[in-house]
């Protein structure tokens, strides 16, 4: 069966944009995404924290499908650091993932609507968003449960572990590093099915993803967006003719873009520089790039 392809949601933000500033008559644009939430630069130490959630309209997690993700995340995780390292960039990803004291790994929890696909599109489009919300926040609580307790005497302020912001604070101290990106995995490797990546472009709920596959290479393409990186395909977002006709061209120009055929094997695929300017890996958008994607007279922050 042919899987849909995964989503990407923007949820409260411009796509290609978030800011202006006007220094004299120099025009400068923020891209929504950079620099942006809990996952900022993907540079450094950086945690990735799987959560395996079983449900009763999804396949049950196996033993043998728990460890195949965890290879997959692996290899993806494997495979951002020898591309960081070829740009000269210090990245290290530590795996992480919820697992009880007496070793159960799946949170057990049904999507408001059965599936990802039909809770996120039930009209209106915000409420099946904050159904996800919801959904996210109750699993985000079990988990951080099963996570050893903050004995520090820093600070008196209770982590209650009742939402993901909570868990991702938790997440933060016992790895001690910044940089934590939550993902939700559900097992529908089999069916069509989509992924979906929620939050990165403004501040007020903490960014997450939820996969249903388990390729190396849709793991990393939703790792990629919650540090940033747009979409290079064409999603159902896309409804103007001139976000067709960008996307379009961005998937001409980058033709072995991960973030535009996520798919695809993941040795076969590349990060583009538009990509690693997104991610923090590179301060600045080439000319090229910026012809593209902005107005006339508009011009790239750097950072």
Aim: aromatic share 12%.
């Amino acid at each position: 069966m042919i899987k849909r392809s995964h989503v990407f949601i923007l949820i409260i933000g411009l796509l290609f944009c978030n800011s202006c500033y006007t220094p004299g008559n120099l025009k400068t644009v923020g891209f929504a995404s950079v620099n942006n939430n809990v996952c900022k630069k993907l540079k450094g130490n950086v945690v990735l924290y799987a959560i395996f959630v079983d449900s009763k309209y999804t396949n049950p997690w196996s033993r043998y499908d728990i460890e195949a993700t965890l290879d997959s995340i692996h290899a993806a995780a494997g495979w951002l650091e020898k591309q960081a390292l070829q740009d000269s960039v210090f990245l290290s990803v530590k795996i992480d993932y919820h697992v009880t004291s007496q070793g159960k790994v799946p949170i057990k929890n049904d999507l408001p609507n059965k599936t990802l696909s039909k809770t996120l599109y039930k009209k209106p489009l915000w409420s099946g968003v904050k159904d996800i919300y919801r959904w996210a926040d109750k699993i985000a609580a079990v988990a951080g449960e099963s996570l050893p307790r903050d004995t520090s005497h820093i600070t008196n302020i209770k982590n209650d572990m009742k939402t993901r912001e909570r868990l991702i604070a938790r997440l933060r101290d016992i790895h001690r590093t910044d940089n934590v990106a939550l993902i939700y995995f559900i097992n529908n490797y089999y069916t069509d099915e989509i992924s979906a990546t929620f939050d990165i472009s403004n501040d007020n709920n903490v960014e997450f993803s939820v996969v249903s596959f388990k390729n190396p290479s849709v793991i990393a393409h939703e790792f990629l967006h919650l540090f940033g990186a747009y979409d290079l395909y064409m999603t159902p977002f896309d409804v103007k003719k001139k976000d067709q006709k960008k996307k379009d061209k961005l998937m001409q120009m980058f033709p072995d873009e991960i973030m535009a055929f996520a798919h695809r094997d993941i040795n076969r695929l590349t990060i583009s520089g538009f990509t690693k300017y997104l991610i923090g890996w590179e301060n600045e958008l080439s000319p090229e790039y910026q012809k593209l994607l902005l107005n006339k007279g508009y011009f790239a922050v750097k950072y």
